[in-house]
């Protein structure tokens, strides 16, 4: 079965720091990966997504993910947080073929203080 | 375009009622989810259905709990009789099935409180 880590709780950053949040996942075959955000009272909006190809994948309000598969791992990072950027993300994994369940990280929650 | 459109928003009610949540997806979308998102367990899988046949619903709590899709452009989640530990969000989900991978879209979610 697959399962999906995220090594981080809660972080909390100032603002401009850069950011790196963990995701590993659980998954002998190929996979797609996707970085979602939740805003405190919202729904889950897409970040990024990586379904094949550059494993650098660029996503929305500037943060990126990188595919390692020799490491199962798609961190998801920032160069320069915002106080906006305060949220609640989670990675998830799907199989390949696409019309599969998410299977989702626990989520790890981000405080950026000014 | 519309997003995935849930309702209700927020429901309120008491143990033994019965409770139904309803989802209409993204137009188009053949694929549609039913997570519960609670603080102990995160975001889990309920239920999916593709082109309207239920796939999976090896997430579903017990007999309780039933999900239907009548037709491609709604589909409807019951708890009869709910309980406390039924409290959680309800998000659903769709997505395009097909040659090219798509992301799944969110609801906003139902908030559901059973006191």
């Known amino acids: 079965a697959q399962s999906v880590s995220q090594h981080n709780h809660h972080v909390i950053l100032s603002e401009a720091a850069s950011l790196e949040l963990g995701c590993n996942y659980s998954y002998g075959g190929t996979v797609n990966l996707f970085w979602y955000v939740q805003y405190p009272g919202q729904h889950l909006q897409l970040l990024l997504k990586y379904f094949s190809g550059d494993p650098l994948v660029k996503g929305i309000k500037g943060f990126e993910a990188e595919f390692i598969k020799s490491k199962f791992s798609f961190n998801l990072r920032k160069p320069s947080v915002q106080w906006s950027d305060t949220a609640e993300y989670f990675c998830a994994v799907n199989q390949w073929s696409g019309n599969t369940p998410l299977v989702f990280g626990k989520g790890t929650r981000l405080s950026v203080i000014a | 375009d519309a997003g995935v459109i849930q309702s209700p928003r927020h429901e309120v009610t008491e143990m033994g009622q019965e409770v139904t949540l309803r989802c209409k997806p993204i137009?188009?979308?053949?694929?549609l989810f039913w997570y519960r998102q609670t603080m102990m367990r995160g975001l889990e899988l309920l239920i999916y259905f593709n082109n309207n046949v239920p796939i999976d619903d090896s997430g579903m709590p017990e007999d309780r709990f039933s999900a239907k899709m009548p037709n491609a452009s709604f589909s409807t989640l019951k708890i009869q009789p709910s309980e406390p530990r039924d409290s959680a969000v309800y998000f659903c989900?769709?997505?395009?099935?097909?040659?090219?991978?798509?992301?799944?879209?969110f609801g906003d979610g139902t908030r559901l409180s059973i006191l």
């Open positions: 137009s188009g979308h053949n694929s």
């Open positions: 989900a769709s997505t395009l099935t097909g040659r090219i991978n798509q992301p799944q879209h």
